[in-house]
């Protein structure tokens, strides 16, 4: 990577494997104690989805140029909230399901892999779950030697990203860009205040939902974009006002050209509720 040549990004998140609404195989999953787990229908779909964005989306927008993958956090569930939809709660089955999906990702990518970790919740405290299934996968270390980090500063060609997981949540799509634009924002901001080159592109994750900012600069688009997860709606969305929210799915690209910089995105909505007919 540091000769220059690779110029594109592949960002996913939120893949909530070992739940029962997250990401899954579609084939019968392997448990600890000797069982299997069946996906339900609309896991399989997702999965339908998920093989369509790698095998279809990835190579067409990537233009079978060198590309890296960087998972942006919560590639678990975990055991969290006292929620029992997890397909199980021993946290070594959700490793196998993550490894499952993500071994033929790094293959894909030839081992230019990345990952940050997500919400401690779900992936344990200081990340120690993801940490553990980076170092399985091989993922790129850090400075420190760690396989997994809480941020990434990317530079590309002359472009530069910071990635990180988290970001404000909103119940309302009226305020969906609000905290994108006040994380470009507060970036460009604190670089200039200490004199770091500021970030060309600020990618988050954690809402589920895609939503993007653009905003002019003296060289060319400042960007801050939400991917999507991977995860269908769970119990814990009823509670909230915004509970008519469909989550998304799908992934982005990040590619950096001679003269500019774009995303391009992959988004998938699953169909809402049937209506009871009487």
């Not at 070594?92 to 993550?98: E, H, P, V």
């Not at 894909?108 to 990340?127: D, K, L, Y």
Request: aromatic share 8%; net charge neutral; charged share 25%.
């Amino acid at each position: 990577m540091g000769n220059g040549k690779v110029k594109q990004a592949i960002i996913i998140s939120d893949l909530h494997a070992g739940c029962q609404f997250g990401l899954c195989p579609s084939s019968d999953i392997p448990l600890d104690g000797g069982g299997y787990y069946k996906p339900s229908l609309l896991q399989k779909k997702v999965w339908s989805w998920w093989e369509e964005f790698w095998k279809e989306w990835v190579p067409r927008v990537t233009r079978d140029q060198p590309y890296i993958v960087i998972i942006n956090g919560d590639t678990t569930d975990g055991r969290h909230h006292g929620a029992v939809t997890q397909i199980s709660q021993n946290l070594s089955d959700q490793k196998t399901i993550a490894r499952l999906i993500l071994q033929p990702i790094v293959a894909q990518c030839e081992g230019r892999f990345f990952m940050i970790r997500g919400t401690e919740t779900h992936v344990g405290a200081s990340g120690e779950n993801e940490e553990s299934l980076a170092r399985e996968l091989d993922a790129i270390p850090d400075e420190t030697g760690n396989h997994s980090r809480w941020e990434m500063w990317l530079r590309l060609g002359d472009r530069l990203a910071h990635i990180t997981h988290h970001i404000g949540m909103s119940q309302s799509m009226a305020y969906e860009t609000t905290a994108p634009m006040r994380e470009y924002d507060i970036a460009c901001s604190e670089a200039a205040r200490w004199g770091y080159p500021r970030p060309d592109i600020c990618i988050r994750s954690h809402r589920h939902r895609h939503s993007e900012t653009k905003v002019p600069t003296a060289q060319g688009d400042g960007i801050c974009t939400v991917t999507p997860g991977w995860q269908l709606r769970t119990p814990f969305i009823f509670r909230l006002m915004g509970k008519n929210l469909l989550p998304q799915f799908g992934g982005i690209l990040w590619r950096v050209g001679d003269e500019e910089h774009y995303t391009r995105h992959f988004i998938r909505n699953i169909t809402r509720t049937p209506e009871v007919v009487l």
